[in-house]
C-alpha cells in the first residue's frame, strides 16, 4: 500500500533564540557532528527547547563522496555568543509555507519532497526556502519511537 502524502498551504514555523551549525559534512559524519553540536550547548549550560531541525542548503560530489551543505537548528533558553561554526540566531521564521508530516523511515523523505516539487510545479508555485525537517520526537527514538518529521518549504506568495 503506497503512503498518501497530504500536503497543507499557509502553514509557517517560528522559533525564537535558535542555536545553529552548518557545515558540508559527508553522511557519515553527520551523527557525530549533531552530537558534538548539543554537547556544546550542553558545556554552555543551554537548555534545548523543542526538537531538532535540519535543512540542506547544497549537495555536491568531492571524489566519490556524496558531500551536503547541512545546518542543523534548535530553540535554546536564552540568548548566547557563540563561536564558529555556531552561530546564534534571534529568530527562524518561515512564513507561507507548503506542510507535510511524515511518519517513518527518514529514508524515504526524497518521496516526499519529490512530491511537493510536483505539487509546486502542478500549482505554478514558487520556492524561496530550502525544506526545514522538524524532527518532532528526535529526543524519543532511541525508545524505539518511529521518526516523526515536519517539513516545512516556503513558497513566493505572488501570482504571476
Known amino acids: ?28 559524519e553527520m551523527n557525530e557532528q549533531v ?7 550542553k ?5 534545548k527547547l523543542g526538537p531538532m531541525l535540519s535543512t540542506t542548503h547544497g549537495m555536491e560530489i568531492v571524489g566519490q563522496e556524496q558531500v551536503l551543505d ?15 561554526p555556531y552561530v546564534y540566531k ?26 511537493i516539487v510536483e505539487f509546486m510545479k502542478d500549482n505554478g508555485l514558487q520556492q524561496i526556502s530550502t525544506i526545514y525537517n522538524v524532527n518532532i520526537n528526535d529526543d524519543r527514538l532511541q525508545f524505539g519511537e518511529e521518526p516523526i518529521i515536519d517539513i516545512y518549504l516556503s513558497i513566493n506568495p505572488n501570482s504571476f
Open 1 to 28: 500500500m503506497e503512503n498518501v502524502i497530504t500536503i497543507e498551504t499557509g502553514k509557517s514555523l517560528s522559533y525564537k533564540k535558535v542555536a545553529s551549525f552548518r557545515k558540508k559534512m559527508q553522511l557519515s
Open 35 to 41: 552530537l558534538m553540536f548539543i554537547d556544546k550547548l
Open 43 to 47: 558545556d554552555l549550560g543551554l537548555t
Open 70 to 84: 547541512i545546518e542543523y537548528l534548535v530553540a535554546i533558553d536564552r540568548e548566547v555568543n557563540l563561536e564558529e
Open 90 to 115: 534571534p529568530e527562524l521564521k518561515l512564513v507561507n509555507a507548503l506542510y507535510v508530516r511524515h511518519i517513518g523511515n527518514p529514508h524515504e523523505l526524497q518521496d516526499v519532497y519529490n512530491h
